[in-house]
Each structure stands twice: as C-alpha cells, then as structure tokens.
C-alpha cells in the first residue's frame, strides 16, 4: 500500500468514526489550557483534571501565579510527575508572559517555545488549540501510533514525526489529527499490548498486516 493511500485511509476513517476527537483536559481559557498541558507531561490527563480546580482557585490568572511561591505553587501539584520542575516552570511561564507578552499568550510558535515550560509539543498544542493555527504536537502516542500504522517512516524523533506528518495530512486537519492519534494510542493502540481485534484501522495498518503475514 502506497503511504499515501495510507493516509486517506486513516483519515478517512477517523472522519467517519471520531469526527469530534478534542482534548480530554479540563479547561476555560488559554491561561488554564497552558498551565493544564505544562502539567500533563508526563502525566495522565485524568490527574491534571484531579489537580487543577483548586490550582485555579487559588491562582486564576497568570498575574497571580506570577507571584506565587515555588513551594505554594508545589502543593498544589505535588500528586502529579515532577512536581518541582513544573512548579518553577509554571511561575517561570507567568512572570515572562506578564513581563514580555502584556499578560497573553502570543499567537506563534517560536515565541511560545521561548516560554519556560513550553516545548514544541506545548506550543503546537496552544498554537492549534487556542490560535487556529494549523500545527499538530506530537507526543508519545502520537509518535508511537504514527510509527506503527506506518504513517511515518525511521522517524527518530519527535519533530521527524511531525514533518512526516505534515507533509501528507491536509492543513486543516492537522489539529484533530494530534487528538485523533494520541487518543486512539490511549484507548485501543497500547504500547505494550495494541488492541489489534478492535481496531477498526487494521485494513489500512502496516503493523497489524506485518501480524497476519507472520
């Protein structure tokens, strides 16, 4: 099969099956959109969803949080991966977005990567998420799934994946391809045990055709 039949397959599918696919985080503005990615590396979603009410209550804005103490800041997160990292992080990111960006986050891609705490993946999540601009992150799942219906092709790293996908994912759907992929690798494509028997991509998947020729 031809990567690019591939493609209109996956996507056609997806189309038809998870046409509302969007982000399983909990949040009401951009402020809370990037304090809840920042936190969810590395962690599930589910308990970024547990952590943030009272984090929000308590710090509802960038200005407030700007101002906060690490080891306040730490309490509030500490159930979550690296809480003392994200902590600096997350104060780190709203003294520079109070202190550069007028206290909101800028539309582009490169100048949210010079935020603490935001690598691509996170800029293209709020790029997409929040901007309409077309981008997609890729994050374990998504480099994982990718790889293994064959979407990509020896991509190393991250950012391999995504200028493989880019280049066959039509523009507009850049944004829900990110939720696509990394839900379908939450919930049927696991990483140690794939749920091939459920999967409704095998007609289109290198990985489970590889499977039937064995």
């Given amino acids: 099969m031809r990567k690019e039949e591939r493609f209109d397959g996956v996507i056609a599918w997806f189309q038809q099956n998870r046409p509302e696919a969007e982000t399983e985080l909990e949040y009401a503005d951009p402020y809370q959109l990037t304090v809840a990615v920042i936190l969810s590396a590395q962690c599930t979603d589910k308990r970024v969803n547990l952590i943030t009410p009272a984090f929000f209550k308590r710090f509802p804005a960038f200005s407030q949080l700007a101002s906060a103490r690490s080891d306040e800041v730490y309490e509030f997160i500490k159930s979550c991966s690296y809480p003392n990292n994200k902590a600096k992080n997350l104060i780190g990111m709203a003294q520079k977005v109070m202190d550069e960006f007028q206290g909101e986050l800028p539309p582009d891609v490169d100048l949210l990567q010079t935020i603490p705490g935001i690598g691509r993946k996170t800029a293209n999540v709020l790029a997409s998420s929040l901007f309409n601009i077309p981008a997609i ?20 790293n991250p950012l391999q994946t995504e200028r493989q996908l880019v280049g066959l994912i039509p523009e507009n ?42």
């Fill in 137 to 156: 992150a890729v994050d374990t799942h998504v480099f994982r799934v990718a790889a293994r219906i064959g979407l990509t092709t020896n991509a190393k």
């Fill in 173 to 214: 759907l850049l944004s829900i391809a990110h939720h696509w992929l990394l839900l379908h690798g939450r919930y049927i494509c696991l990483a140690r045990k794939p749920q091939c028997p459920e999967c409704g991509l095998k007609p289109f998947c290198k990985y489970y055709q590889s499977l039937k020729q064995s």
